[in-house]
Each structure stands twice: as C-alpha cells, then as structure tokens.
C-alpha cells in the first residue's frame, strides 16, 4: 500500500468495492488495529479490534456473496463520512442502513450503524 494516507472519502469507497467484491484483506486494509463497531443504539461498541472485525466479517457479510451493499447518498464533513445505503441479498427487499465512519490517520477507527427501525 502507498505511504499515502487516505482521504475519509477514499476510505469509504475503498471499503465499499472491497466489501462488495468480498476482498476481505482490502476491506480490512481500511480500518484501524483499535477500530471500534457500534450498532445503534448501544452505549457500548459491539466490536473492539481488527481481528475481532475481521472474524465478525467473515463469518458473517463476507460469508454471504449475495449481500451487496449500494451508497444512495455520502455526506463528507472533515474526518467523518457518513453513507446512507442499501443492503441487497439479506431479504426479499433491501434494507436501508446508515453509516457513520470516523477516520483517525488514514483509517476508519469508528463505525456507527443505524437501522430503519
């Protein structure tokens, strides 16, 4: 990989393309070693860690090549990108997510996932 830090707006593509194309290595290039996952609402993270990342995706997401996730709109505010998708292959319909990355020195350290509740 370049020396080059990523923007938080390559960030987010960048893990898009690789989660969509099921390259877990890629996706995981992304995030930092202390990235922390929070499923909304929750007052704790769900997941602490890349190999605890790592594990969750690919026994999960990465396990099912019909899941597919589509950004219908990004919002890019300084180190925080916030992606408003739909997630394909895990229903009859899609589901509507939202997504918060936080980006700390060319990673994504935090991520906040919002349901269509």
Excluded at 27 to 56: H, I, N, Q
Excluded at 75 to 95: F, I, K, N, S, Y
Aim: with cysteine; charged share 25%.
């Amino acid at each position: 990989m370049s020396t080059i830090e990523r923007s938080p707006a390559d960030l987010a593509q960048a893990q898009l393309e690789a989660y969509n194309a099921k390259d877990l290595e890629a996706f995981c290039a992304c995030y930092s070693e202390d990235v922390k996952v929070w499923r909304m609402p929750a007052e704790a993270p769900r997941t602490v860690g890349l190999a605890a990342f790592r594990e969750s995706y690919r026994t999960g997401p990465f396990a099912m090549p019909q899941v597919q996730a589509e950004v219908r709109e990004r919002l890019l505010m300084g180190q925080t990108v916030v992606d408003h998708e739909w997630v394909h292959g895990r229903g009859p319909e899609a589901q509507q997510v939202m997504v918060v990355y936080r980006c700390r020195a060319g990673r994504i350290a935090e991520v906040y996932f919002f349901g269509n509740e």
